[in-house]
């Protein structure tokens, strides 16, 4: 995995994370099929054990896993803000 990967484990933006996948993946000029082979392998704790369980087959490409990534998130751009995040209104999520 590039070094300039980080490991996503569910405590901050999942919108953050798929971001700086992309930029990297392009920077890289990964071909499609090679995006999902490493995606999985930024995944860390329950999101990786929500990977690990999906079935073989379910996912026909990165746009496909990015759906089921961000459906899967959705609750979790809802971060606590006592961490010192905003909240999705102050961002603009699901505007």
């Known amino acids: 995995m590039p070094a300039n990967l980080k490991i996503y484990d569910g405590s901050t933006n999942p919108d ?3 971001t700086h996948f992309v930029g990297v993946a392009n920077q890289g000029e990964w071909e ?3 995006w999902c082979r490493i995606f999985q392998q930024t995944l860390d704790g329950p999101l990786r054990g929500w990977f690990d369980r999906m079935p073989n087959g379910c996912i026909d490409g990165w746009a ?3 759906e089921k990534f961000t459906e899967r998130n959705d609750g979790l751009r809802r971060w606590d803000t006592s961490r010192g995040a905003e909240s ?3 961002i603009g999520f699901h505007e």
Do not use: C, F, N, T
């Open 64 to 66: 496909d896993l990015r």
């Open 16 to 18: 953050d994370h798929i």
């Open 88 to 90: 999705d209104a102050d």
């Open 32 to 34: 499609m099929p090679v």
